[in-house]
């Protein structure tokens, strides 16, 4: 491996544009690393803590994912179903949210909730 003085644009143009700068060296592999050791890709946030996982879906739900994927509406069948997940993260935690806000204040009167709904306006899926 060259000295990381020696290398050029040319050699590696990757180098420019790694997001952590230039002190990452280029692996034998084409990867990018602080040592030769290392053989993740430059992008590969090593912060990132994704585990592979073999799945059985329904078949209707798989084909769901795949169309999604075709559509361009999501990246891939694990970027569909991991969406999906945290959505169903986020519902939870409205939940709770609307749980602790009716013990704290009391359940709303009809008046409110025909106010909230005014104000919200109707419900749109995304």
Known sequence: MQAREDLTNAQFPILNSHPKGSSQLPTDSGYVGSDRSVSMPWWYDNGMTTTKIAITLPVE???????????????????????????????????????????????????EILWAKRALGPRRRA
Do not use: F, N
């Not at 069948?77 to 999906?84: C, P």
């Not at 959505?87 to 008046?111: A, F, M, N, Y």
């Open 61 to 111: 739900q798989l084909a769901r994912a795949q169309r999604a994927v075709r559509a361009g509406r999501a990246d891939s069948v694990s970027g569909y179903i991991a969406r999906a997940l945290a959505e169903q993260e986020r519902e939870e935690s409205l939940r709770t949210l609307v749980r602790d806000l009716i013990v704290q204040h009391g359940e709303p009167s009809k008046q």
